[in-house]
């Protein structure tokens, strides 16, 4: 959806702008997101992060990818140098968010009850409950699904999407939506290949591709440290970039649609 | 699934185009969705009448329009169908494409029901 107005307008839809009345009726064409209370509040997160400098970054996953793990480790190799703090999402328990103060960072855990992903809205609550003062980076850990997370923006900056070895290497084609939203794809677990033979990371890589999805893709094991410097280089890489950004009073929107604002500028 | 969500964030979006517009009810609601949008149109529609109880849009006809998915190569810029799980150029096989249409969830339409002032 685009930054100008919430629409999603493009060359390949503005047609269908305009419908016939009905007789009797008034017809108003809206051409609004349809989560456009959503990706309204998630601007204003959004805004609320650059105002401070803050890079925030949503982790999406099936269940059990190591989204925790791979947050422990960052932490325990970034919390010396930068300023760092975690919104948990599940479904039940506090126990993530525990882990995370383990490290010696502040969490917040949003319990969602039985929704499937977090939206917006839970997001600017969380962040009422947060110091943000001198906050570097907000990590948002979402509820582990590989489905509804992937339609709600929360205001972030990037969407990083993990697929561990113990899953099947095609599931970047059999969840589209998800895969093609990544800014970054981590392949975790990776200490694990050398005794399951049947996930082939060039694989997973070829599916991540065909869904024109330019994204780096990093393989790692946060619990072995393999591979987990290219990971941070990253990530400091892109706090960086927040940074020039903050400075020149821009801002970015994750993955799934940059075209978006361009396109409808176009049409106009 | 969080297209109850969705179904509830639509007819807040229909009730407040209501208000502004002075309606008394809603005919119809014409919502583009793409495949790559991650919205089942059938969730969708089972779960809109879930979310219009007691509101304006609750005698509305919820008409689900499907889009293609459509790509332009950014490599030979051909523009053709593709699947959602394969966004490849049909014609040169480079997977350097934009999404033209496919991924959108939008309000299009709405019809309202607006009565007549009454002039005396």
């Known amino acids: 959806m685009c930054d100008t107005c919430g629409c999603n307008v493009t060359p390949g839809n503005a047609k269908f702008a305009y419908q016939p009345?009905?007789?009797?009726?008034?017809?108003?064409?809206?051409?609004?997101?349809?989560?456009?209370?959503?990706?309204?509040?998630?601007?204003?997160?959004?805004?609320?992060?650059?105002r401070r400098g803050i890079l925030a970054i949503n982790l999406m996953s099936a269940p059990g990818s190591g989204k925790t793990a791979l947050l422990e480790a960052?932490?325990?190799?970034?919390?010396?140098?930068?300023?760092?703090?975690?919104?948990?999402?599940?479904?039940?328990?506090?126990?993530?968010?525990?882990?995370?103060?383990a490290q010696g960072v502040a969490a917040h855990q949003i319990v969602t009850g039985s929704a499937c992903h977090l939206d917006a809205h839970m997001i600017h609550d969380a962040l009422h409950h947060m110091d943000l003062a001198d906050l570097d980076l907000l990590f948002i850990e979402n509820v582990g699904n590989?489905?509804?997370?992937?339609?709600?923006?929360?205001?972030?900056?990037?969407?990083?999407?993990?697929l561990s070895v113990t899953e099947g290497d095609d599931k970047p084609?059999?969840?589209?939506?998800?895969?093609?939203?990544?800014?970054?794809?981590?392949?975790?677990?990776?200490?694990?290949?050398?005794?399951?033979?049947?996930?082939?990371?060039?694989?997973?890589?070829?599916?991540?591709?065909?869904?024109?999805?330019?994204?780096?893709i990093l393989r790692l094991s946060a619990r072995k440290g393999e591979g987990?410097?290219?990971?941070?280089?990253?990530?400091?890489?892109?706090l960086i970039e927040q940074r020039k950004r903050v400075e020149a009073g821009a801002t970015q929107r994750p993955a799934s649609q940059p075209e978006g604002a361009r396109l409808h500028t176009e049409t106009a | 699934m969080h297209e109850l969500s969705v179904a509830q964030a639509l007819v807040e979006q229909v009730e407040d185009l209501a208000s502004q517009h002075g309606a008394t009810g809603v005919y119809l609601i014409?919502?583009?969705?793409?495949?790559?949008?991650?919205?089942?149109?059938?969730?969708?529609?089972?779960?809109?009448?879930?979310?219009?109880?007691?509101?304006?849009?609750?005698?509305?006809?919820?008409?689900?329009?499907?889009?293609?998915?459509?790509?332009?190569?950014?490599?030979?810029?051909?523009?053709?169908?593709?699947?959602?799980n394969n966004l490849v150029c049909g014609a040169c096989g480079d997977w350097r494409t934009r999404i033209?249409?496919?991924d959108e969830m939008i309000l299009e339409t709405v019809e309202l029901d607006i009565p007549e002032p009454i002039v005396s």
């Open chain 1, 21 to 50: 009345v009905v007789p009797g009726s008034t017809a108003v064409s809206v051409l609004q997101g349809l989560l456009k209370k959503n990706d309204d509040q998630a601007a204003h997160n959004r805004a609320h992060f650059d």
């Open chain 1, 74 to 101: 960052t932490i325990a190799a970034l919390k010396g140098q930068f300023k760092i703090a975690v919104i948990e999402g599940d479904l039940e328990t506090e126990n993530d968010a525990e882990r995370i103060r």
């Open chain 1, 146 to 162: 590989l489905v509804c997370p992937a339609s709600f923006d929360l205001g972030q900056h990037l969407n990083i999407v993990l």
């Open chain 1, 173 to 216: 084609a059999k969840y589209p939506v998800m895969f093609r939203g990544a800014d970054a794809v981590l392949l975790t677990k990776t200490d694990l290949l050398a005794v399951l033979d049947d996930f082939d990371p060039d694989k997973a890589e070829r599916h991540i591709r065909n869904l024109a999805n330019p994204a780096p």
């Open chain 1, 228 to 238: 987990m410097m290219a990971w941070l280089v990253w990530l400091q890489g892109q």
């Open chain 2, 30 to 84: 014409r919502v583009r969705i793409g495949p790559l949008a991650g919205i089942e149109p059938e969730l969708l529609a089972v779960a809109f009448p879930l979310a219009a109880a007691g509101t304006r849009a609750e005698q509305a006809r919820l008409d689900l329009v499907m889009a293609p998915v459509r790509v332009r190569c950014q490599t030979c810029s051909a523009e053709g169908e593709a699947q959602p």
């Open chain 2, 100 to 102: 033209v249409s496919g």
